[in-house]
Protein backbone atom coordinates (compact mmCIF):
# COMPACT_ATOMS: atom_id res chain seq x y z
CA UNK A 1 0.00 0.00 0.00
CA UNK A 2 1.37 3.56 -0.90
CA UNK A 3 2.18 5.58 2.16
CA UNK A 4 -0.04 8.51 0.60
CA UNK A 5 -2.89 6.35 1.38
CA UNK A 6 -2.59 5.85 4.99
CA UNK A 7 -1.62 9.91 5.63
CA UNK A 8 -4.41 12.04 6.18
CA UNK A 9 -4.38 15.81 6.44
CA UNK A 10 -7.19 16.42 9.01
CA UNK A 11 -8.43 19.68 11.28
CA UNK A 12 -7.14 18.75 14.62
CA UNK A 13 -10.63 19.75 15.54
CA UNK A 14 -11.47 16.38 14.35
CA UNK A 15 -8.77 14.56 16.36
CA UNK A 16 -9.98 11.46 18.41
CA UNK A 17 -7.91 8.87 20.77
CA UNK A 18 -6.84 6.03 19.55
CA UNK A 19 -5.17 8.05 16.17
CA UNK A 20 -1.38 8.25 15.50
CA UNK A 21 0.06 11.61 14.32
CA UNK A 22 2.57 11.72 11.47
CA UNK A 23 3.07 15.23 11.57
CA UNK A 24 2.15 18.59 12.65
CA UNK A 25 1.25 21.59 10.18
CA UNK A 26 3.69 23.80 12.23
CA UNK A 27 7.42 24.09 12.76
CA UNK A 28 8.55 21.70 15.40
CA UNK A 29 9.08 25.23 17.80
CA UNK A 30 5.92 26.54 16.94
CA UNK A 31 4.07 23.75 19.51
CA UNK A 32 4.89 22.36 22.27
CA UNK A 33 5.01 18.74 22.14
CA UNK A 34 8.70 17.43 22.04
CA UNK A 35 7.77 14.36 19.56
CA UNK A 36 7.41 14.66 16.14
CA UNK A 37 5.20 11.62 15.98
CA UNK A 38 3.11 10.09 18.55
CA UNK A 39 -0.30 8.36 19.34
CA UNK A 40 -3.19 10.11 21.08
CA UNK A 41 -3.75 7.79 23.62
CA UNK A 42 -6.56 9.44 25.82
CA UNK A 43 -8.92 13.03 26.13
CA UNK A 44 -5.79 14.72 27.30
CA UNK A 45 -3.59 14.45 24.19
CA UNK A 46 -6.88 14.96 22.20
CA UNK A 47 -7.26 18.37 24.34
CA UNK A 48 -3.48 19.43 24.03
CA UNK A 49 -2.85 19.01 20.21
CA UNK A 50 -6.63 20.90 19.60
CA UNK A 51 -4.86 23.54 22.36
CA UNK A 52 -1.54 23.84 20.64
CA UNK A 53 -2.21 26.29 18.14
CA UNK A 54 -1.54 24.13 15.12
CA UNK A 55 -4.72 24.26 12.52
CA UNK A 56 -4.04 20.86 10.85
CA UNK A 57 -2.18 17.86 11.77
CA UNK A 58 -1.01 14.07 9.13
CA UNK A 59 -2.59 11.15 10.53
CA UNK A 60 -1.47 7.11 9.68
CA UNK A 61 -4.19 5.23 9.77
CA UNK A 62 -2.36 2.34 9.03
CA UNK A 63 -0.75 3.03 13.16
CA UNK A 64 -3.87 3.95 14.32
CA UNK A 65 -7.85 5.38 13.90
CA UNK A 66 -9.40 6.81 10.83
CA UNK A 67 -11.11 9.86 10.66
CA UNK A 68 -15.16 9.10 11.92
CA UNK A 69 -17.23 8.49 9.27
CA UNK A 70 -19.04 11.59 7.45
CA UNK A 71 -15.97 13.67 8.54
CA UNK A 72 -14.53 14.49 5.04
CA UNK A 73 -10.71 14.83 5.47
CA UNK A 74 -8.44 17.19 3.67
CA UNK A 75 -6.72 14.97 1.94
CA UNK A 76 -10.15 13.71 0.30
CA UNK A 77 -11.14 16.41 -1.02
CA UNK A 78 -10.33 20.70 -0.60
CA UNK A 79 -9.25 23.86 -2.38
CA UNK A 80 -6.12 23.83 -0.19
CA UNK A 81 -5.31 20.10 -0.12
CA UNK A 82 -1.80 20.02 -0.42
CA UNK A 83 -0.14 17.72 -2.79
CA UNK A 84 2.01 15.34 -1.15
CA UNK A 85 2.42 14.54 2.47
CA UNK A 86 5.60 15.43 4.69
CA UNK A 87 8.24 12.45 3.97
CA UNK A 88 8.96 10.09 6.20
CA UNK A 89 12.17 9.98 7.42
CA UNK A 90 15.17 8.22 5.52
CA UNK A 91 16.39 5.01 7.34
CA UNK A 92 19.52 5.11 5.50
CA UNK A 93 20.95 7.72 3.04
CA UNK A 94 19.37 8.96 0.21
CA UNK A 95 19.73 11.84 -2.11
CA UNK A 96 16.31 13.31 -1.65
CA UNK A 97 16.30 17.11 0.08
CA UNK A 98 15.32 16.42 3.59
CA UNK A 99 12.14 18.12 4.09
CA UNK A 100 13.65 20.96 6.88
CA UNK A 101 11.07 23.10 8.46
CA UNK A 102 11.30 27.35 9.01
CA UNK A 103 11.69 28.99 11.65
CA UNK A 104 9.57 31.94 12.86
CA UNK A 105 10.74 35.42 11.17
CA UNK A 106 8.90 36.91 13.81
CA UNK A 107 11.09 36.26 16.75
CA UNK A 108 14.31 37.68 16.51
CA UNK A 109 17.26 35.76 15.45
CA UNK A 110 18.86 35.71 18.95
CA UNK A 111 15.86 34.85 20.97
CA UNK A 112 15.04 32.04 18.39
CA UNK A 113 18.05 29.99 18.50
CA UNK A 114 18.42 30.44 22.08
CA UNK A 115 14.97 28.62 22.24
CA UNK A 116 15.36 26.33 19.54
CA UNK A 117 18.94 25.53 22.10
CA UNK A 118 16.76 24.82 24.79
CA UNK A 119 13.94 22.56 23.65
CA UNK A 120 16.91 20.73 21.64
CA UNK A 121 18.34 19.73 24.42
CA UNK A 122 15.21 18.87 26.33
CA UNK A 123 14.67 16.76 23.41
CA UNK A 124 17.53 15.19 23.78
CA UNK A 125 17.17 14.71 27.27
CA UNK A 126 13.85 13.08 27.05
CA UNK A 127 15.11 10.47 23.82
CA UNK A 128 18.12 9.60 26.12
CA UNK A 129 15.90 8.79 29.11
CA UNK A 130 14.00 6.65 27.27
CA UNK A 131 17.23 4.51 26.44
CA UNK A 132 18.37 4.12 29.84
CA UNK A 133 14.88 2.85 30.54
CA UNK A 134 15.52 -0.22 27.64
CA UNK A 135 13.21 1.62 24.89
CA UNK A 136 14.85 2.18 20.96
CA UNK A 137 16.19 5.76 20.38
CA UNK A 138 13.43 6.82 18.18
CA UNK A 139 14.81 7.89 14.82
CA UNK A 140 11.90 10.21 13.65
CA UNK A 141 12.39 12.94 17.20
CA UNK A 142 15.93 12.19 16.62
CA UNK A 143 15.50 13.83 12.73
CA UNK A 144 12.92 16.69 13.39
CA UNK A 145 15.87 18.16 15.94
CA UNK A 146 18.87 17.73 12.96
CA UNK A 147 16.36 19.08 10.39
CA UNK A 148 15.22 22.15 12.99
CA UNK A 149 19.36 22.76 13.80
CA UNK A 150 19.87 22.39 9.93
CA UNK A 151 17.63 24.84 9.09
CA UNK A 152 18.91 27.42 11.46
CA UNK A 153 22.24 26.83 11.10
CA UNK A 154 21.56 27.61 7.84
CA UNK A 155 20.27 31.19 8.77
CA UNK A 156 21.54 32.01 11.79
CA UNK A 157 24.89 30.02 12.40
CA UNK A 158 26.49 32.28 14.99
CA UNK A 159 23.96 32.87 17.55
CA UNK A 160 23.26 29.03 17.19
CA UNK A 161 26.60 27.48 17.74
CA UNK A 162 27.55 30.30 20.43
CA UNK A 163 24.43 29.42 22.50
CA UNK A 164 24.69 25.22 21.81
CA UNK A 165 28.57 25.47 22.96
CA UNK A 166 27.20 26.60 26.67
CA UNK A 167 27.08 23.81 28.89
CA UNK A 168 26.33 22.84 32.33
CA UNK A 169 27.27 20.27 34.81
CA UNK A 170 23.93 19.31 34.97
CA UNK A 171 22.79 18.37 31.79
CA UNK A 172 26.45 18.37 29.98
CA UNK A 173 25.69 14.80 27.89
CA UNK A 174 22.73 16.88 26.21
CA UNK A 175 23.78 20.02 25.68
CA UNK A 176 27.19 18.54 24.34
CA UNK A 177 25.34 15.99 22.03
CA UNK A 178 22.97 19.15 20.83
CA UNK A 179 26.17 21.56 20.37
CA UNK A 180 28.07 18.50 18.47
CA UNK A 181 25.46 17.98 16.25
CA UNK A 182 25.32 21.86 15.58
CA UNK A 183 29.04 21.75 14.76
CA UNK A 184 28.99 18.97 12.47
CA UNK A 185 25.67 20.21 10.54
CA UNK A 186 27.95 23.46 10.35
CA UNK A 187 31.41 21.54 9.63
CA UNK A 188 29.24 19.28 6.50
CA UNK A 189 27.85 22.47 5.20
CA UNK A 190 30.97 24.30 4.64
CA UNK A 191 32.72 21.05 3.09
CA UNK A 192 29.76 21.66 0.66
CA UNK A 193 28.72 18.48 1.39
CA UNK A 194 25.50 17.28 -0.30
CA UNK A 195 22.11 17.60 1.92
CA UNK A 196 21.69 14.00 2.86
CA UNK A 197 25.39 13.67 4.27
CA UNK A 198 24.97 16.98 6.38
CA UNK A 199 21.67 15.03 7.45
CA UNK A 200 23.72 11.76 8.37
CA UNK A 201 26.63 14.64 10.10
CA UNK A 202 23.99 16.05 11.93
CA UNK A 203 22.43 12.23 13.29
CA UNK A 204 25.98 11.42 14.31
CA UNK A 205 26.41 14.54 16.43
CA UNK A 206 23.59 14.00 18.24
CA UNK A 207 23.98 10.47 18.27
CA UNK A 208 27.32 9.77 19.23
CA UNK A 209 27.55 9.42 22.92
CA UNK A 210 24.48 7.72 24.15
CA UNK A 211 26.43 5.12 25.45
CA UNK A 212 27.43 7.21 28.52
CA UNK A 213 24.17 6.24 29.83
CA UNK A 214 25.48 3.37 31.09
CA UNK A 215 28.83 4.89 32.47
CA UNK A 216 28.15 5.67 36.05
CA UNK A 217 27.59 9.24 37.39
CA UNK A 218 30.55 9.18 39.75
CA UNK A 219 32.85 8.29 36.83
CA UNK A 220 30.47 10.53 33.70
CA UNK A 221 30.80 13.48 36.25
CA UNK A 222 34.23 13.10 38.08
CA UNK A 223 36.10 16.67 37.95
CA UNK A 224 39.66 15.51 38.09
CA UNK A 225 41.79 12.63 36.30
CA UNK A 226 40.17 9.33 35.75
CA UNK A 227 41.55 6.40 37.55
CA UNK A 228 43.27 3.67 34.98
CA UNK A 229 40.10 1.20 35.96
CA UNK A 230 37.74 4.29 35.34
CA UNK A 231 39.19 5.20 32.50
CA UNK A 232 38.81 1.16 31.47
CA UNK A 233 34.81 2.00 32.30
CA UNK A 234 34.58 5.17 30.30
CA UNK A 235 36.36 3.29 27.35
CA UNK A 236 33.61 1.12 26.92
CA UNK A 237 30.75 3.75 26.11
CA UNK A 238 31.34 3.65 22.18
CA UNK A 239 30.18 0.19 22.38
CA UNK A 240 27.25 0.28 24.63
CA UNK A 241 25.97 3.15 22.44
CA UNK A 242 26.19 0.57 19.37
CA UNK A 243 23.98 -1.98 21.63
CA UNK A 244 22.05 0.95 22.36
CA UNK A 245 20.86 2.47 19.15
CA UNK A 246 20.68 -0.95 17.56
CA UNK A 247 17.82 -1.88 19.04
CA UNK A 248 15.80 -0.24 16.86
CA UNK A 249 17.26 -1.30 13.88
CA UNK A 250 16.83 1.96 11.88
CA UNK A 251 19.91 3.73 12.97
CA UNK A 252 21.95 4.70 9.85
CA UNK A 253 25.25 2.99 9.33
CA UNK A 254 26.96 6.05 9.31
CA UNK A 255 25.84 6.75 12.72
CA UNK A 256 26.67 3.47 14.41
CA UNK A 257 30.12 4.05 12.44
CA UNK A 258 30.66 7.49 14.36
CA UNK A 259 29.16 6.09 17.58
CA UNK A 260 31.99 3.47 17.54
CA UNK A 261 34.75 5.05 16.31
CA UNK A 262 34.19 9.02 17.53
CA UNK A 263 37.64 8.45 19.51
CA UNK A 264 40.07 7.21 17.20
CA UNK A 265 42.97 9.29 16.67
CA UNK A 266 44.81 9.29 13.05
CA UNK A 267 48.27 8.16 14.70
CA UNK A 268 46.24 4.79 16.17
CA UNK A 269 46.55 5.42 19.65
CA UNK A 270 42.19 5.71 20.02
CA UNK A 271 39.79 3.36 20.94
CA UNK A 272 38.21 0.58 20.68
CA UNK A 273 39.68 -0.71 17.78
CA UNK A 274 43.20 1.82 17.59
CA UNK A 275 42.37 2.49 13.93
CA UNK A 276 44.96 3.83 11.77
CA UNK A 277 44.99 7.38 9.70
CA UNK A 278 43.03 5.75 6.15
CA UNK A 279 40.63 3.68 8.25
CA UNK A 280 38.19 6.35 10.32
CA UNK A 281 35.57 7.52 7.98
CA UNK A 282 35.11 11.01 7.75
CA UNK A 283 32.09 11.49 10.00
CA UNK A 284 34.26 9.83 12.80
CA UNK A 285 37.63 11.69 12.54
Known amino acids: MDSADVLKRIPVDQAIPGMFVHALDASWMAHPFWRSRFALQGEGDVLALRSSGVAHCWIDTSRGADVAAGSASLREGG ?5 DPPAAPATESSSRQPRIPALGDSVAPLHRAERLAVKAREVVRALF ?10 LDDSLAIVDELTAAVATQPGALIGLVRLKSKDNYTFAHSVAVCTLMIALARQLGLAPYQVRDAGMCGLLHDVGKLRVPGHILHKPGKLTPEEFGVMRMHPQHGVEILSRGGQVPDSVIDVCLHHHEKMDGSGYPHGLPQGQISLLAI
Not at 79 to 83: E, H, I, N, R, S
Not at 129 to 138: L, N
Open 79 to 83: ADTPA
Open 129 to 138: CQARAGQAIS
